[in-house]
C-alpha cells in the first residue's frame, strides 16, 4: 500500500521550498517508516538553500527530527512499532573501515552524502532527501541503523535536537576539543550548535566560557545556556578575548559558523598552543588562510569536529538520560515552536541571525 505524505521540498535551485504531496516508497527489509512528530531547522539546512551547498533537485529538507516507528521491515531488530526515536543522519554500518577502528562519525557508507534518492516520488518522479532523511517531512522512510530508540517520558522536540544541534555542540567540546575543568572556551556563532557547545564546556567545568555572536540580541540566550561573557563579534575580536583571559588568548575555540573568516577569527583569538574546533559546516571555495610561519610558531591545533565526533548509538541516548535526570536544560534552545509550513519563514529568522532553534511540531 502506498503512502502519501506532505513534505517541504526545493523544486530546483533558488525556489523557495514549498510544502507539496509526496509518495513514500514501500519499506524493504531493514527499513523502517516514522511518522515525524518534531524536526529542528538547521543551519545545515540553510546551507543547502542559500547557496553554501549545491545539492541535488527537487531535495525534500530536514534532518534533526525525532518521530514514533510505524512500520518495520523484514529482519529489523533494533526497534518496533510504537518506539520513540531519534533520527541519525550519519548511521554507522558497523563494518567499513572508519567504523571498525572506532570512527563511526565518519562511516564511508554515508559521509559526506548530502543528499540522496531514497525510492520517495513527486508526481511520479524520484526526489532526493537532505542526508538521508527529508524530515521537514510528515513520515520518513530510513535503514534501520538511522534510528535510535529513546524513552518515550522524553518529548519529542528535545528529542529532535539530539539528533544533530545538542550532540553536534557538545560532543565537539567534550569528544574533539576535551575541554578540561578551568579552561577557557570561546564559542563563536550562537544557534542551535553554538549554545550546546556553550552549555557544554559550561557543563565540562570551563573557567571561562566566552560566547560570540553578531548581534548584542543573543546574549540572554549564551548567558542562559551558561556563558560567562558575551562579545559581539568585530575586527578587535583576538584583542578582547586576550583581554578577557590574562593577554594569553583562550585555551579553546569552537568554530559554529562554517567560514574562513571566523575559522581565521578563532585562530587568532586562541592562545599558543592552543586549539581551534571547527564544527560549522562551509562552502568548497571559502578559503583559510594561515601564515606557514604563524602554523609552527603558534603550535595552535586546527580540528574538525563531525557530528560531535560521536557514537550516536550510544551518545544518543546517554544525552537523553542526562536530559530526564535533570542534568541537561534544553528548553532555552527552543525559541519558536512552528508548523512545517512555517519552515521557509524560520530560515529567514535564522539568516538574519535571530533566536536559538525553531522546531516544527507535526
Ligand atoms: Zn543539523
Ligand atoms: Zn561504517
Redesign the pocket.
Given at each position: 500500500m502506498s503512502h502519501y505524505i506532505r513534505g517541504l521540498v526545493v523544486r530546483s535551485a533558488g525556489v523557495p521550498a514549498e510544502l507539496v504531496e509526496l509518495r513514500l516508497p514501500e519499506i524493504g527489509p531493514g527499513q523502517v517508516r516514522v511518522k515525524v512528530r518534531a524536526a529542528g531547522v538547521c543551519h545545515s539546512d540553510l546551507s543547502m538553500i542559500n547557496g553554501t551547498l549545491r545539492p541535488p533537485h527537487p531535495l525534500v529538507l530536514g534532518h534533526e527530527a525525532a518521530g514514533e516507528v510505524v512500520e518495520v521491515g523484514e529482519h529489523v531488530t533494533r526497534t518496533r512499532v510504537g518506539d520513540h526515536v531519534v533520527l541519525n543522519w550519519q548511521p554507522?554500518?558497523?563494518?567499513?573501515w572508519?567504523?571498525e577502528h572506532g570512527q563511526?562519525w565518519l562511516?564511508?557508507?554515508s559521509s559526506g552524502v548530502a543528499a540522496l534518492e531514497n525510492g520517495l516520488t513527486l508526481d511520479g518522479a524520484p526526489v532526493h532527501v537532505t542526508l538521508g532523511l527529508g524530515a521537514f517531512a510528515e513520515q520518513v522512510v530510513a535503514p534501520e541503523n538511522a534510528v535510535i530508540p529513546v524513552p518515550k517520558e522524553l518529548n519529542f522536540e528535545v528529542a529532535a535536537l539530539l539528533g544533530c544541534s545538542v550532540l553536534t555542540g557538545s560532543g565537539a567540546v567534550r569528544n574533539t576539543a576535551q575541554v578540561q575543568p578551568g579552561e577557557s572556551v570561546l564559542v563563536i556563532g550562537l544557534g542551535g550548535v553554538g549554545l550546546s557547545a556553550v552549555a557544554a564546556a559550561r557543563a565540562a567545568g570551563a573557567g571561562k566560557v566566552i560566547a560570540v555572536d553578531v548581534t548584542e540580541a543573543k546574549k540572554g540566550l549564551a548567558e542562559a545556556a551558561g556563558a560567562t561573557d558575551f562579545v559581539v563579534s568585530s575586527d578587535s575580536l583576538s584583542k578582547e578575548i586576550r583581554n578577557l583571559t590574562g593577554k594569553l588568548g583562550a585555551d579553546h575555540a569552537i568554530e559554529c559558523v562554517g567560514r574562513a573568516s571566523t575559522i581565521r577569527a578563532a585562530w587568532r583569538a586562541t592562545r599558543r598552543g592552543g586549539q581551534v574546533t571547527v564544527v560549522g559546516m562551509g562552502a568548497a571555495d571559502d578559503m583559510v588562510q594561515l601564515g606557514a610561519l604563524d602554523i609552527f610558531s603558534s603550535a595552535r591545533t586546527l580540528k574538525a569536529s563531525v557530528y560531535g565526533q560521536a557514537d550516536t548509538d550510544i551518545e544518543v541516548p546517554a544525552l537523553a538520560r542526562d536530559v530526564l535526570d535533570g542534568k541537561l536544560d534544553l528548553d532555552h534552545l527552543i525559541t519558536d515552536r512552528i508548523t512545517l509550513a512555517e519552515v521557509p519563514a524560520a530560515f529567514d529568522r535564522m539568516s538574519r541571525g535571530e533566536g536559538a532553534r525553531s522546531v516544527a511540531l507535526l
Open positions: 554507522a554500518c558497523r563494518t567499513c572508519f567504523c563511526p562511516c564511508s557508507t
